[in-house]
């Protein structure tokens, strides 16, 4: 039996509101994302001005590196650059509690522990901020695992971890 050319038209005419009615749903989806949420790293919401990092507050130059806050545990700042960790060697105590709280001043980076559950984008505007306990001596190595330009293969840190 062949269809008729009114029923024809109307199936076209369906399927054409289906498409229609999926990429209106995608473009809603994409324009809600893009309206409402903040790009940010995925482990913390904290904001840090990328051009004055390293004028005031948290992450000038004599802050950056390991201290113990008030409640015991050891807090690691660093910032994450073009195309280095600062600062690049890090020393911290075997089954202690640590954060690490890192920034960028140029472009988005990433950062791991091999072995641990360490593993953070790091976003220029935003801290970083990841709590672990490393139980493993030795050094682990700290690689940048967001591509940041020509020097992303050679930005690497080492975290020595001491009993
Ligand atoms: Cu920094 Cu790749």
Redesign the pocket.
Known sequence: MALSEQSIVKSEVRWALVVGGTVALILAAILFAAITMHMNPPSNREYADPKTLHLSAEFTEANLGTTVDPNGRIVARII?T??EFVPNCIILPANRDVTFRVTSPDVI??LLITGTNVNTMVVPGYVSQVHTRLTKLGDLLMP?????GLG?SQ?LATIKVVP
Do not use: R
Not at 144 to 148: A, K, L, S, T, V
């Open positions: 994450a073009q195309f980076h990433g940048c695992h967001e591509y940041c992303h930005m």
